[in-house]
């Protein structure tokens, strides 16, 4: 008999930084911030969406919002049809900062469909490998979405017709740190500044730069601040956002930090690091090094020290124990 599957089911899904610098539409990290959802299945066909937190007033609460899109697709690739659904959520990802809200959404939205369609991996969690696939395919490009999905550090690419990803741990000395701005920049605008061909000298460099910041990330993060150097896009971006690139360029230069642009900004991501043992929040050389981001960012932009999230997507909430047989 085929397991009963669930008609109710909570994920939560976390924040991603790309690129990290050099490492254009391919490296990713997660963070342990996270937007959460609550999905439960009607019987009478309706739609009700509700959402708290960032984007509450702002989005859609019909069928156009992203975590139903990403849900009707999942049910329509699976040849079944969404029901009626009680859709809750809890918004914690800052929205058009960088920082992966709508990969979150996304997959958060694929995840707990495949959860209420009674799909599971081989360690009887999330399917992570078939999230991957679909919320890729729905984002159009995977740096975002394969750490949300697998957490930790990832390298995400395309192979065939199918997206890859390599997830790895990060090295325990590395704490990320997040500046976050006020104002917003959305994917598409700072995508538009870039130009359709750049230097071979620019793009062997960052090709160098890549690879060493696997390797600075995953044990050698004394290599971070030349891990973290780029010539692809983030000067191109300059216009859209000034203040951000003034900032990493001060971090940069007078504090000696690796300073990047997270994703496609305006948010700015700090890799602090430690000499020795595990980095926190409390370590002395990272409140050191926190200190320094907050006199040079000043006061209008959002400091936050975050642990790197290991997991990824899952129904880390409670799963609602109500069931329905196939």
Known sequence: MTPPRPTAVSVRAPATSANLGPGFDALGLAVRLYNEFEAALRDDGELRVRVSGEGAGEV????RHLVVRAMRETYE?????????????????????????????????????SALLGR??????????????????IEGHPDNVAPCVYG???VAYRDGGRWGAVRLSPDERILPVLCVPGERLSTERARGLLPETVPHADAAFNAGRSALMTAAVCGHPETLYAATEDRLHEAYRAPAMPRTLALIRDLRRHEGLPAVVSGAGPTVLVLCSVGAGAAGPDSPEIIRQVDSIRRRAGNDWDIRPLHVEPE?????????STCVEE
């Open 60 to 63: 859609p609460l019909d069928g």
């Open 77 to 113: 690739r699976a040849g079944e049809k969404l029901p009626g659904l009680d859709l809750t959520c809890v918004n914690n990802v800052p929205h058009a900062r960088g920082l992966g809200s709508s990969s979150s959404a996304i997959v958060g939205g694929v995840a707990a469909a």
């Open 120 to 137: 599971t991996g081989p360690d009887g969690g999330p399917d992570r490998d078939a999230i991957y696939q679909i919320a890729a395919d």
């Open 152 to 154: 930790g550090y990832t």
């Open 312 to 320: 990824g997507c899952g129904p880390h909430l409670p799963i609602r």
